[in-house]
């Protein structure tokens, strides 16, 4: 996700950051996409329930929308964070 200091993250929206191949001893790197919550629902501790499930919802927008649009992606980390890695190989459907 976005670091703290981003002004990304502050404002929330999708966060696009590189994946160098150190980062990815698996595979061969690629971009992690996220979703970052808007800080007026993320700094809210009256609504931590809300806020963790907008970001799993969107993340997992974020997961459909790359598949569709013909990106091969994984899971990276435990966070519901997604790097896409390339072209989705021929044969794999949308």
Do not use: K
Not at 25 to 32: I, K, N, R
């Amino acid at each position: 996700q976005c670091a703290g200091w981003d002004p990304q993250r502050r404002v929330g929206g999708v966060c696009v950051r590189p994946v160098p191949v150190r980062a990815d001893p698996a595979g061969p790197g690629g971009v992690m996409v996220s979703w970052a919550v808007h800080d007026l629902l993320a700094l809210d501790p009256a609504r931590e329930a809300e806020c963790e499930a907008t970001r799993e919802i969107m993340n997992l927008a974020l997961a459909e929308m790359l598949f569709a649009l013909g990106y091969a992606i994984q899971p990276f980390g435990p966070s519901g964070v997604w790097m896409a890695t390339g072209s989705r190989p021929e044969g794999r459907e949308a």
